[in-house]
């Protein structure tokens, strides 16, 4: 609780210490974020409207490797679009080659998604954006010195006076464009939606239909109890947490206590958020902590009923599918691939 009240005064605070900060809120023209076939209209926070300025900054700040200490990770190395917005490996790694404890998500249609991070300690993409800047192990530049750097820079100067208006260069400053970046990376128009959404019956093979099957109906895979399908769009989340019995460890013990960390409720011990599943088949390893490589094995974990322990998810439970309805599902998650849409 302390922790989350420091991360969101933090950047309150930086720009009183800062002094004569431009306006907080970009300048320029409000542009559209076009969603695609299959999603919901893209949610933008009242006091950070996407502009052409802002987008471009963000894209910019996104790439680059100067916002870590020693000049070598980005953003874009953890979540990179070679990697469906994530890195392929089983934990990330930041600079000096430090490995932290948990997967890298794919921050594709994280637009959508309520709160941030595995466990949910961000409650937006801006609060996000700077806890792996002055993280130790992921970029480790404290926050005013990534402000120093950025401001020291006169194309990135330029560039913020366009956006925010002139005056010093401040960490909420990088942190809403970053986000503003973030919101058009969106996945959408796969052949599951124009099956979905858009009368394209022919978009998905038989095995992916089949697999779409499996993945809806409540006495095969139940998937959609979490991985929510919608009339008119789909997440593919409930945006929530659960257990649903990975990272436990030979004795049986939970390894990371997940949502717990935020909450303390009982209830949420080994809890992770919902990830969405579109691209997928792009950003394995898969869960929390990497464990699974392959979306086989993805689909053998839920078969088995995860790893027991007393904060188990009720609908978690062994299930009985085929060998042909296991292909299947895998078919199905492989059709949720589409190039996401970016800022060229
Ligand atoms: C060293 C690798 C690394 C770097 C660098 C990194 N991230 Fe991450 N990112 C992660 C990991 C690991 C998580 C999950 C951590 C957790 O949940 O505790 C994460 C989580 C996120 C999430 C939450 C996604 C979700 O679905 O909840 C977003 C958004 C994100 N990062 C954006 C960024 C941005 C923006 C930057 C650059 C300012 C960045 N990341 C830099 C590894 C990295
Ligand atoms: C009770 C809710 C729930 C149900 C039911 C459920 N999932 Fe999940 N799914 C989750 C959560 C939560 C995670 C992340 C868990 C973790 O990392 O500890 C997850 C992770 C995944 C991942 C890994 C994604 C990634 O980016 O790492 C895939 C793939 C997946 N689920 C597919 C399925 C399929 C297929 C089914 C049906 C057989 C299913 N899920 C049923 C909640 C659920």
């Known amino acids: 609780m302390t922790s989350r009240l420091i991360a969101t005064l933090a950047p309150a605070l930086l720009l009183l210490s800062c002094g004569k900060a431009a306006g907080d809120r970009p300048i320029g023209k409000a542009i559209e974020i076009a969603a695609p076939l299959g999603l919901p209209p893209v949610p933008i926070p009242a006091d950070n409207p996407p502009t052409a300025e ?18 070598s990770v980005s953003c874009a190395s953890c979540h990179s679009p070679e990697h469906g917005f994530s890195d392929g490996r089983k934990t990330a790694m930041g600079v000096r080659k430090q490995f932290g404890k948990r997967n890298a998500p794919a921050v594709v ?8 991070f595995w466990d949910g300690r961000a409650a937006s993409l801006e609060e996000q954006a700077a806890g792996p800047i002055a993280n130790p192990i992921e970029m480790d530049l404290p926050h005013t010195e990534c402000a120093v750097r950025i401001n020291d820079d ?28 973030e919101r058009t990376v969106l996945s959408g128009g796969s052949a599951v939606d124009r099956y979905l959404y858009g009368g394209e019956k022919s978009a998905l093979s038989e095995a992916a239909i089949r697999g779409l099957n499996v993945f809806m109906s409540k006495d095969k895979g139940n998937c959609a109890a979490c991985h929510v399908v ?7 989340t409930d945006g929530l947490f659960h257990n649903i019995g ?9 390894t990371d206590l997940g949502r717990y960390e935020q909450t303390h409720a009982e209830s949420d011990k080994g809890a992770f958020k919902t990830p969405s599943l579109r691209n997928v088949a792009k950003s394995g390893p898969y869960m929390h902590d990497g464990s699974l490589k392959t979306l086989r094995t993805v689909v053998d974990f839920y078969v088995g009923g995860g790893s027991s322990n007393p904060y188990l998810d009720k609908r978690i439970k062994p299930l009985t599918l085929s060998g042909q309805e296991r292909e299947d599902l895998v078919a199905f998650l492989e059709a949720l691939t589409s190039e996401p849409k970016m800022v060229r």
């Open 230 to 236: 919608k009339e008119d769009f789909a997440l593919f």
């Open 246 to 254: 990975v990272g436990l460890n030979a004795e049986g013990e939970l």
């Open 109 to 116: 249609n994280a637009a959508y998604s309520p709160r941030q």
């Open 154 to 181: 006169p194309e990135y100067k330029t560039m913020f006076a366009k956006a925010f208006g002139h005056g010093a260069i401040t960490m909420p400053h990088i942190q809403k464009a970053i986000a503003t970046y």
């Open 54 to 71: 802002t987008l471009a900054l963000g894209k910019k700040l996104y790439f680059d490797p100067r916002l870590s200490s020693d000049g």
